[in-house]
């Protein structure tokens, strides 16, 4: 083998390796932790109105917000009903949620996967290309995404405890 071919063979090698490196994180987000349980239990006894919790489940951070059921409103919004939006049945309704005073929802922005911020007001916005949605998760007319959060599945084990459930 000539030195010329060593040399290329050797920066192929280290082209591969980076980028196994710099995709490994783009990769690691679509699939969840092994072994991690397919439930999880969060108590939301301690949220006052206003207020949001962030847990971590299967790979991906969870938004629980207690909001007042007013700021449910209907604005501008690119899919107010929820038909072309992720979510289990029963979020089909105007609160996107099983009960109007508590809503779940992945943070990631269905318009390129950034993770949303809750704002003081109890709506999404989107750091990376100011996608904003509403207190339900829905996204608004003027944002750049095109679909509302995804809401997961979940149900009431308790009145101040949510079970995260993973279905099929």
């Known amino acids: 083998m000539d030195r010329r071919r060593l040399l290329t063979r050797i920066v192929q090698a280290f082209s591969i390796t980076g980028f196994g490196f710099l995709a490994y994180p783009f990769f690691r987000t679509f699939v969840p932790t092994f072994g991690q349980d397919a439930t999880r239990e969060v ?10 919790k962030i847990v971590r ?24 009903r929820s038909d072309f939006s992720q979510q289990p049945a029963f979020a089909k309704n105007q609160h996107r949620s099983r009960r109007p005073d508590l809503f779940l929802a992945y943070l990631n922005c269905t318009h390129l996967g950034c993770e949303v911020a809750v704002t003081q007001s109890g709506e ?39 079970q995260l459930i993973k279905r099929g």
């Open 57 to 80: 489940w299967l790979g991906r951070h969870v938004v629980v917000l207690r909001r007042d059921p007013a700021l449910v409103k209907t604005v501008e919004l690119k899919d107010a």
């Open 124 to 162: 999404f916005e989107c750091p990376c290309h100011s996608s904003r949605f509403d207190a339900a998760g829905r996204v608004y007319s003027d944002s750049v995404a095109a679909f509302n959060l995804e809401v997961p599945d979940y149900q009431y084990v308790a009145h101040s405890t949510v």
């Open 43 to 52: 108590d939301v006894s301690g949220l006052r109105a206003g207020e949001s």
